[in-house]
């Protein structure tokens, strides 16, 4: 049985597993997902999959506030957050608790990259995301700037406002803003993976030596073989629990 | 010197230096009259001739209609609420609030980061997490607390004709057998989770058991002596 703990309260006892995938827009990492989760249910897993800002209640007020351009770097952490804690209650905690696979594309790292590209205060957003349950393995889909933005520009001409950063005023042309957003999240997925120790796969390679190093990445702890690591003492308002408590 | 201050976090791409104005939050569990306490106050002040505008939990342009909506059908996780409400009171404060006190206004606020502190904490929230996320909020000039017993409410709840709502009986949790029994016990914890927010944040108690016109006199007097240091308190 996996221990499964929050960043903010002791460990609870479930049978399942969670594997969250992040990095910035067109580092491929959704494809990867989508092709792990056919791969696992072939192998006769039990997989649910989790998306960001999926809540059937909360997106919609995320929808309107982004139409009407209501939302300013707190109220849009917020509603994010809103979203992300009704999936933990009502899907994955559950699942876990079910003993089902949980793959959940962009994780509580997604909110500390983006959010923290807003402006918003580093400590405040991992405070806020304390309730999370921390994932059996995290993957960073590391990549090049210019090959995500390649990949984005060349096949989506439409950015949307907030998806483009619009809302900080970085530049008045939205592709020209969208990259210099980006490039404030990359950076901040770059300290997040050292702070939280993710896992760091190279998204330049191909589809499917990609899936071969991801499947073989998670296989232990699908297996059982091998266990979460004990969690790095990153940020101290994380108040993350002590190593023994995490090993079962 | 800055006149406000948050507790402790910054609003990102908000600036506090040009705020004048009042900030006054009006706080108590439901039934113990703020509605009628906050209109009473604003006629008061605004014929002393000062700019007055208000605010209230769930009022705001982006959260109202979803949180109304969640509401109708216990649909949404018990944290997740706590956040919503959160997001609610980041709007007002963003959109309401600090730009009436950019113009110095006299801001009165029918609860405030309190009332949804305590409710998340009944509902079995960690007091420091909760108390983190509302860090970005600005203190108050002064909150005055309408105190009053479980007790006195069940007449008042029962007498304007509206009866125990669901969400103010905690039925979501529920703490009781039924809606009396649940009302009593959530209530109960309410505001024994306010009361010790007022030691913690210095509110000014009111005791809301007496006539309603003694409650507001009291109210009015002190919200014009603390607007006006010294001016002694208008004949009326």
Redesign the interface.
């Given at each position: 049985m996996t221990q499964v703990r929050t960043y903010?309260?002791s460990p609870g006892h479930y049978p399942g597993k969670l594997f969250i995938v992040e990095g910035i827009d067109g580092s491929g990492k959704s494809t990867q997902l989508a092709l792990l989760a056919q791969w696992l249910r072939s192998q006769g897993h039990l997989v649910v999959h989790s998306e960001w800002n999926s809540?059937?209640?909360?997106r919609?007020?995320t929808a309107?506030?982004k139409k009407?351009k209501?939302?300013?770097?707190?109220?849009f952490s917020?509603?994010h957050?809103?979203?992300f804690?009704?999936r933990?209650?009502?899907d994955i905690v559950p699942a876990l608790k079910a003993g089902a696979i949980v793959l959940a594309d962009r994780y509580v790292y997604t909110a500390f990259a983006r959010d923290v590209a807003?402006?918003?205060?580093r400590?405040?957003v991992r405070?806020?995301y304390?309730?999370a349950v921390v994932p059996t393995l995290a993957i960073y889909f590391r990549v090049p700037l210019e090959v995500a933005l390649y990949r984005i520009l060349s096949g989506r001409p439409k950015l949307k406002w907030y998806e483009a950063g619009m809302d900080l005023g970085l530049h008045g042309d939205v592709t020209e803003s969208y990259k210099l957003f980006q490039r404030r999240i990359q950076d901040e997925y770059e300290q997040i993976v050292e702070e939280f120790g993710l896992a760091v796969m190279d998204a330049t390679r191909p589809v499917e030596v990609q899936q071969r190093a991801l499947r073989q990445l998670i296989l232990p702890y699908v297996r059982g073989e091998q266990l979460p690591a004990p969690p790095t003492q990153g940020s101290p308002?994380l108040a993350l629990p002590k190593p023994r408590e995490v090993a079962s | 010197m800055k006149r406000f201050a948050t507790y402790g976090?910054?609003?990102?791409?908000?600036s506090l230096d040009d705020l004048s104005g009042w900030l006054i939050v009006v706080e108590g569990t439901d039934g113990v009259g703020r509605t009628t306490h906050v209109n009473r106050l604003r006629r008061h002040l605004e014929e002393l001739g000062y700019a007055v505008a208000e605010t209230g939990l769930t009022r705001s342009?982006?959260?109202s209609?979803?949180i109304r909506?969640?509401k109708l059908g216990n649909?949404?996780?018990?944290?997740?609420f706590?956040?919503?409400y959160?997001?609610d009171f980041?709007?007002r404060l963003?959109?309401q609030i600090i730009p009436a006190l950019r113009s110095g206004f006299v801001m009165l606020t029918d609860r405030y980061t309190y009332s949804l502190i305590a409710r998340a904490i009944v509902r079995g929230a960690?007091p420091d997490?909760i108390k983190?996320?509302f860090?970005?909020a600005l203190k108050p000039s002064a909150t005055f607390y309408l105190r009053i017993e479980v007790e006195d409410l069940v007449p008042r709840v029962l007498a304007d004709g509206g009866g125990f709502d669901y969400w103010e009986s905690g039925m979501d949790l529920p703490m009781g057998e039924d809606l009396y029994d649940s009302f009593m016990n959530y209530q109960r914890r309410l505001i024994r989770e306010l009361d010790s927010l007022a030691h913690e944040y210095a509110f000014t108690t009111i005791d809301a058991t007496r006539k309603v016109d003694d409650i507001s006199d009291e109210l009015c007097d002190r919200v014009a002596a603390l607007l006006a240091p010294g001016r002694p308190a208008p004949a009326v």
């Open positions: 903010g309260q809540s059937p209640i909360v919609r007020t309107f506030g009407q209501l939302l300013t770097p707190t109220t917020l509603i957050a809103t979203d804690s009704d933990v209650e009502r807003r402006g918003v205060s400590a405040w405070s806020l304390r309730f308002t | 976090e910054s609003l990102a791409g908000v342009d982006l959260a209609r979803g909506r969640a649909t949404l996780g018990s944290n997740a706590n956040l919503f959160a997001t980041a709007d963003e959109q960690d997490w983190q996320v860090a970005f």
